[in-house]
């Protein structure tokens, strides 16, 4: 606390008690006092301000940051006019407060307000400490899955050649993967794209303890860019697969990669979104597109490796980022790990994935607006252009000008959803679908065909 703030006068006119010198002294020490010794209350200025914590109970935290933490910043500044207020005795310049001397013991002893600021101060960090227990809380769940899934994911170098403009181009880029199990044999998952025009020898598996091998066998899709590399390393431990149709937007999520070649990296955030469709990404297209979104930083390098819940369960396959600088900002995808390791098993078990056909032409520009201007209030749905003659939508009954608004029992949200959906299902199972037609709503149930 600074005295240049108090304002006061050795000549103040304090008429009582002002007969003898001696007398005035004790007025001056205790006037003294008055205006800036009270301990009791200067401690009233940092009474309320303990910084409080505050959560939403909707999004959760974010590690990019989203800790939603309100503090008072104002907790070490001083108010003087909280501290003196005298009370106004005479006429001239700053009033000081009299009071007689007290012969007994003092009440309270007294201390000076850098003592009491201290012991304040020690308050708040006590306080913070007991608050901040929630997050170290989140914090070692981190680590845990961190220390538990490690041993499952695998840094992956491939050595590339392009020809571009004529001439011939050499270079490595890193990926990640993750060990998983299908009919007893250890796979590496990963993305098409990490792997895609390096040959067996030129693919370099690398486990967290530092290990090298090559794959055995190399197996992918390019409607899902999903990709399935068989090893014969046997005591890897496979990651946990999760189910993500059981995640929620606002979900806790970790991502471990190797960005920019950095293996095994850790990264935290939240599940953004769900069902990110009409991606464009890059020269490569992906026909079948259902991307979760996260705000988990995900750079160059990270493509193939996993993205967990706070059980260490794989609930996606990290895959793209949207940037503009060619790094991370916030806005990452992975491939659910439902649909990635069905097209995985179709992979091991058939060679190739095997796409649902359900033989109906769509209408791509076919919307809501369309849908509410023919007076359905229907959040989304595909518009049957045509049908083809003996296909598994003929069967059905399926006719020109039917909408589909559920297959599966999910909602359809447009064509290209729709397309997902049926390339994605197993071929000879029998699926319901919800249609409109001609403002009735009908179900009908289609067996689907293998598309090849």
Known sequence: MSFSRISWSRNTAVRTYARTAAMACVTFALGLQGVGFNPAAQAQVVGDAVPRFSSDATTGISPRSEVGIRSRTDV?????????????????????????????????????PAFDQASKRDQLFAALADEVSMFDRLGNLVRRVSHLVKPSVIHIEAHKTETKDGQRESFDEAGSGIVVSSGGQNWVLTNRHVILGSKINEIVLRTNDGRDFHPVRILDDPNTDVAVMQIDVGDLPPARVGDSSQTEIGDFVIAIGSPFGLSHSVTFGILSAKGRRDLSLGEQRIDLQDFFQTDAAINPGNSGGPLLNLKGEVVALNTAIASSSGGSEGIGFAIPINMAMQVANELIQHGQLRRGYLGVTLDPDFTVNDLVSAGYELPGGALVKSVQNGSPAAVAHLQRGDIIVEFGGKSVDNDDHLVARVGLTPIGSTVPMIIYRDGKRYRTDVVLKDLN
């Open 76 to 112: 070490n500044r001083t108010d003087i006019r909280r501290i003196a207020t005298p009370s106004r005795v005479g006429d001239g310049g700053q009033s000081i407060s009299v009071r007689k001397p007290s012969l007994g013991p003092p009440s309270d002893p007294i201390r000076s």
